[in-house]
C-alpha cells in the first residue's frame, strides 16, 4: 500500500498516525475506518472501508493513499478538503499530478 507523504486523517483518529498506518499495511480490522484513494484510471478519488483492503486484488493491485477518516460522511467531507487545498495549490484539480508530486 502506499501513503500520500502528507497523508489527511481525521481529527478523531488522528492520535497516533504511524500506528493507524501500520494497521493498515497489515490489515488489522478496523469497523470504523474509511480510506480515500486515488483511482486506478481517472482523476478521481475513491472511498473504500478499511475491510475492504484485506482482498486479494487490493494487495496484488495497493492503492496510493491520500486520506483516512473515521467514517463515511467524514471521508466525503474530507475529500472536499482534499479538492480545496488542490485548487488551492495547483490552480486545477490535476489530484494525480498533486499527490505524487508531494
Keep these: 500500500m502506499h501513503i500520500f507523504k502528507r497523508v489527511y486523517i481525521s481529527p478523531a483518529i488522528s492520535k497516533d498516525k504511524r500506528k493507524l498506518i501500520w494497521r493498515l499495511r497489515h490489515?488489522?480490522?478496523?469497523?470504523?475506518?474509511?480510506?480515500?484513494?486515488?483511482?486506478?484510471?481517472?482523476?478521481?478519488l475513491e472511498?473504500?472501508?478499511?475491510?475492504l483492503l484485506k482482498?486479494?486484488?487490493?494487495?496484488?493491485?495497493p492503492p496510493?493513499?491520500?486520506g483516512i477518516a473515521e467514517?463515511?460522511?467524514?471521508?466525503v467531507?474530507?475529500?472536499?478538503?482534499?479538492?480545496?487545498?488542490?485548487?488551492k495549490e495547483t490552480g486545477?484539480?490535476?489530484?494525480?499530478?498533486?499527490?505524487r508530486a508531494s
Design 77 to 87: 467531507s474530507m475529500i472536499q478538503e482534499i479538492l480545496m487545498d488542490v485548487l
Design 27 to 44: 490489515h488489522v480490522f478496523m469497523p470504523s475506518v474509511y480510506v480515500i484513494a486515488l483511482a486506478k484510471e481517472q482523476d478521481l
Design 92 to 99: 486545477g484539480l490535476d489530484i494525480q499530478k498533486y499527490c
Design 71 to 75: 467514517s463515511h460522511s467524514a471521508a
Design 55 to 61: 482482498q486479494k486484488y487490493y494487495k496484488e493491485n
Design 47 to 51: 472511498i473504500y472501508h478499511s475491510s
Design 64 to 66: 496510493y493513499v491520500v
